[in-house]
């Protein structure tokens, strides 16, 4: 009876370990793409300084590349809390529940290849 009850405990508790790495591995894709859509942000180089107009006309340029990141990085910060409170309650997991995390991660790590399209 002790046997069992060790061996449920353990079985629990990898179950716990194995659900913490599924959450770990979500918020792993949701930092990269918010950094990879924060990486496509940037002044075109060139081999002579900026003036300070050209300086100012390339910051202009990028103001829709801005505003499109900043709603992007919105909507995945929103997407990533609701994924937190939902996770935050589980227990236990399925086969169910990891297909449609890993469909959720898809979705979100085409995000940057979507948002491209709108300036960033």
Known sequence: ???AVEEKLETDIKREFQLERMILFSDAVFAIVITLMAIEIKIPEQETKYTSDE??????LLVPTILAY???FFFIGIT??????IFGRLKDY??????CN???LFCIGLFPFGASGFGI
Not at 55 to 60: A, C, M, S, V, Y
Not at 80 to 85: D, E, F, K, N
């Open 102 to 104: 890993l469909a959720l």
């Open 94 to 99: 399925d086969k169910g529940l990891v297909i």
């Open 80 to 85: 990533w809390y609701r994924h937190l409170q």
């Open 1 to 3: 009876m002790e046997d």
């Open 55 to 60: 300086l100012l006309h390339h910051i202009k």
């Open 70 to 72: 900043c709603v992007s």
